[in-house]
C-alpha cells in the first residue's frame, strides 16, 4: 500500500518529507551494511568479536556514520528550500 496525498495535491518529488526520508532510509542501510561489514570481514570482526558488534571502534564507526548522514540530511533540506511547490491538480 502507498501514502497517498491529500485530495487536490500531489507529490512533488524533491520536497521536504522526501527528503528526510530518503536521508533515513539511507542512513539505515548503511547502518546494517557497518553492523554486517563487523559481523563478516575477519579484520573488523576481530576489533569487535561480539555478536551483535559491540565495543568502542564499532560505536566509534557508527557515530561517523550518523554525524555524516546528519550533515548530508541538512545540506539535502538547505539545497531544497527554495524549489516551489506543485500547483494542485
Known sequence: MTARPRPGRRVVPGTLRTRVTAVAAL????????????????????????IPPAGPVFGAV???????????????????RGLAAAPPV
Open 27 to 50: 542512513y539505515l542501510n548503511c547502518f546494517v551494511g557497518v553492523i554486517q561489514s563487523f559481523i563478516k570481514i575477519p579484520a573488523l570482526h576481530a576489533r569487535a568479536p561480539t
Open 62 to 80: 557508527q557515530g561517523v556514520l550518523l554525524i555524516a548522514f546528519i550533515i548530508a540530511g541538512w545540506k539535502a533540506v538547505r539545497a531544497g
